[in-house]
């Protein structure tokens, strides 16, 4: 059980700490625009009631019932991208990236990652255990195709985070099937000219990366937050400012508690706390292709990449915004920014993770020695349970049923 601890302790402790910055960073603004200092901490820990439960209940799925999400999950995705494409909420720059649902405001770019990742998990598992991997067409229909509609819908709402990431996950599953060099490089450049044009058919991006290059060009606009977010880790020092502490976020850093949040971090803990984060999602990365490389479930082994390339990548496009090696995306860091519509899809994937972690052999016969937890008899009295169940031959386990031709195989001998 390694790998699910690494998996959980790390994504415990990086949500700890996101609460603890989130409630820090946000004061100023929360109370400017609410009245209240703590109106955008309360939402945050909302959310994280309403993640963490999904988190564990997730874990406890069989993985043939993940299989099964991914479909409707994309479908559901596609409809509410296509919806903000037409009903969504204008928020800075132009950007179309918020749908109001019930009187409140999510981001379904954020949900279409984890359904990406799980439809095209299994887009390709399927293929493989068809024995149709070998030829580049399967490789990319319709895992290509359903790729290029997110990122198009996306692309709509003027999202240059996302679609990085989008073809991150796309990229990392090509990466596990062993796609050859050649496709591989293809659509790498193809992803990279694809950004390229995204750049320059928008000027504020075009602005943003020329600012990336050299900030101090034009230090009240395009460069005004990344200079500022590189003025917050200076002042951080070794060991910070202190929590609470910090002077960026009382109106000089853009989304302290969002996009640059991690710029607050460094200032109130300093270089050792941007290092544990950094650290922790390490170890988060690591017990992912862990889980990745000790199973031979095709589906376990795409799936457990694409979620940890998803998180692990977005993580590091925010941190080399922050500090300085990466254009502004607007992207929010996994776990420690602020965002219900960020934080309840990340912990749901971390749960797809943890369920894939109880598949590893040795995880198994752990489980095995338990018996049954609450969940697994909830899921089994609703028949559930029974679709997770390895019927392989050499896998050890059984149906119900499985054990009845023996039996009349035996009644059969005693007659004769």
């Known amino acids: 059980m390694t790998s699910y601890y690494l998996v959980f302790s790390s994504s415990v402790l990086l949500i700890a700490l996101g609460l603890a910055m989130v409630l820090s960073s946000s004061i100023v603004d929360s109370y400017t625009e609410t009245g209240s200092a703590y109106s955008l901490f309360q939402k945050q820990v909302a959310a994280a009631a309403c993640g963490i439960p999904l988190m564990m209940v997730v874990s406890h799925l069989p993985v043939t019932l993940l299989r099964k999400v991914g479909y409707p999950a994309m479908l559901g ?35 279409a990652k984890l359904a990406f990742a799980l439809w095209g998990s299994n887009v390709l598992a399927r293929k493989e255990e068809l024995r149709q991997i070998a030829e580049w067409r399967h490789l990319l229909v319709p895992l290509l195709p359903g790729c290029g509609v997110l990122v198009l819908l996306v692309l709509i709402g003027t999202d240059l985070g996302t679609t990085l990431v989008l073809l991150a996950i796309f990229l990392a599953l090509l990466w596990v099937v062993g796609a ?18 995204m750049i320059a058919v928008e000027p504020f991006r075009l602005a943003r990366v020329t600012s990336f290059l050299n900030p101090q060009s034009d230090p009240t606009g395009s ?32 989304h302290p508690e969002s996009d640059f949040i991690f710029a607050i971090l460094g200032e109130e803990l300093g270089l050792i706390g941007t290092l544990v984060v950094v650290g922790l999602f390490g170890v988060l990365g690591y017990a992912g292709l862990r889980i990745a490389s000790r199973v031979k479930d095709p589906f376990v082994r795409l799936a457990a990449t694409a979620v940890t390339a998803w998180i692990v990548v977005q993580a590091l496009v925010n941190i080399g915004t922050v500090i300085g090696v990466l254009p502004v995306t607007g992207i929010p860091l996994p776990l420690v920014s602020a965002g219900g519509s960020s934080l309840v899809p990340t912990l749901a994937g971390l749960g797809v993770l943890l369920a894939l972690a109880k598949t590893e052999p040795q995880a198994r016969k752990a489980l095995a020695a338990r018996g049954p937890g609450p969940v697994q008899q909830a899921l089994r009295w609703l028949g559930l349970d029974r679709a997770g169940t390895d019927t392989r031959p050499g896998s050890g386990a059984q ?18």
């Open 180 to 197: 050859p060099a050649k496709l591989f490089v293809g659509m790498f450049g193809l992803a990279s000219v694809l950004a390229g044009i």
């Open 77 to 111: 995705s596609i409809a509410l991208l296509v919806l903000t494409a037409f009903q969504g909420k204008e928020y800075g720059y132009g950007a179309v990236r918020w749908l109001e649902v019930g009187g409140y405001t999510i981001q379904p770019s954020e949900f």
């Open 223 to 254: 460069g005004f937050q990344l200079l500022h977010g590189l003025y917050a880790l200076g002042t951080g020092g070794v060991l910070g400012v202190g929590i609470a502490r910090s002077r960026e976020k009382w109106g000089f850093l853009p």
């Open 399 to 416: 149906t119900k049923n499985s054990s009845r031709p023996t039996q009349v195989q035996s009644r059969r001998n005693r007659r004769r």
